[in-house]
């Protein structure tokens, strides 16, 4: 497995692999990797000739009282898996490599940007669109790997994609779960061994809304299935939701009432646990 840390060596083996007709998988992380991520890899692998993961914790999708300089890093630890589910190459740049003095440009999505995450953290998905869109560039993979966990991130990469034409194929992984339902992150390591008890609550609500989504079709509607899940929350006293979201999956806009016949809908959350924000999510089909 190479490891390439210039954007220079990066394009010199995206020609090379090119030029040998060689179909590339890319898996964009910030590294702290965990079963999600090599399940993103194992994909990339069946699917494609070679497999670039990069590593990269993003300073532009921080803000400025975020986790960027307490997120969690262990370069040799990660270089070791990836090299176990047959990674071919990790990116590993400097930030001053991504955005040398002078960088002045951004890569912005409207609408589907304003609300949830983006609402809660405002700026995250311009620099998550920014350094994607960058590593897109660089790696000039075929296909790139993203997990479910990230619904909204999903939501707007599947839109840059489309709307700025970019030739590849987004493919989105189903989200990873321990065992107790807490959907796998890099962030579950900031959890207090109590915060981690409480935590897969998220999952128990998301469970919960689903139930009432499956078991009365007739009355779905964007109210209850809130309720269903705030009520399950306000059982978990160390928790505390930023949002609890009913929402239209394509537009991400709330439903306020009944969900129309046949639509679907995407659940999500963000809960605090102290100073640990966890998301999650579950995408309802409308049929059924
Ligand atoms: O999902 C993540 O880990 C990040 O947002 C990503 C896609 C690697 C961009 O920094």
Not at 177 to 197: H, K
Not at 203 to 226: F, H, N, T, V
Not at 246 to 254: F, H, I, K, S, Y
Request: glycine share 10%; hydrophobic share 40%; with cysteine.
């Amino acid at each position: 497995m190479q490891l390439i840390t210039t954007v220079e060596e990066m394009a010199a083996r995206r020609e090379e692999w090119r030029a040998a007709g060689k179909t590339v998988g890319l898996v964009p992380t910030m590294g702290y990797l965990h079963q999600g991520h090599l399940s993103l890899a194992e994909r990339s692998r069946q699917e494609n000739d070679l497999t670039v993961a990069s590593i990269f914790v993003n300073p532009l999708q921080f803000g400025p009282k975020e986790d960027f300089g307490r997120y969690p890093r262990d370069l040799d630890r990660d270089l070791k898996l990836l090299e176990s589910v047959g990674v071919a190459a990790v990116f590993h740049p400097e930030p001053s490599e991504m955005y040398p003095p002078g960088f002045d440009a951004s890569v912005e999505v409207g609408g589907i940007t304003g609300v949830l995450e983006g609402a809660a953290r405002p700026g995250h998905f311009k620099g998550v669109t920014t350094v994607v869109a960058k590593l897109f560039n660089i790696v000039g993979a075929r296909r790139a790997y993203f997990g479910q966990k990230d619904a909204q991130q999903v939501a707007v990469l599947r839109k840059m994609v489309r709307d700025l034409n970019f030739p590849l194929q987004l493919v989105v992984c189903p989200t990873m779960r321990e065992p107790d339902g807490l959907a796998m992150s890099s962030r579950n390591v900031y959890l207090s061994p109590e915060e981690r008890q409480a935590a897969p609550a998220l999952y128990r609500a998301l469970q919960a809304a689903a139930q009432l989504w499956q078991e009365r079709p007739d009355e779905r509607s964007g109210p209850a299935l809130r309720a269903a899940m705030e009520n399950v929350l306000a059982g978990v006293p160390l928790g505390k939701a930023d949002y609890v979201s009913a929402a239209d999956p394509l537009t991400l806009q709330e439903y306020a009432g009944a969900v129309p016949p046949g639509q679907g809908a995407l659940l999500s959350m963000a809960v605090r646990f102290g100073s640990t924000r966890l998301i999650d999510n579950m995408p309802l089909e409308g049929a059924g």
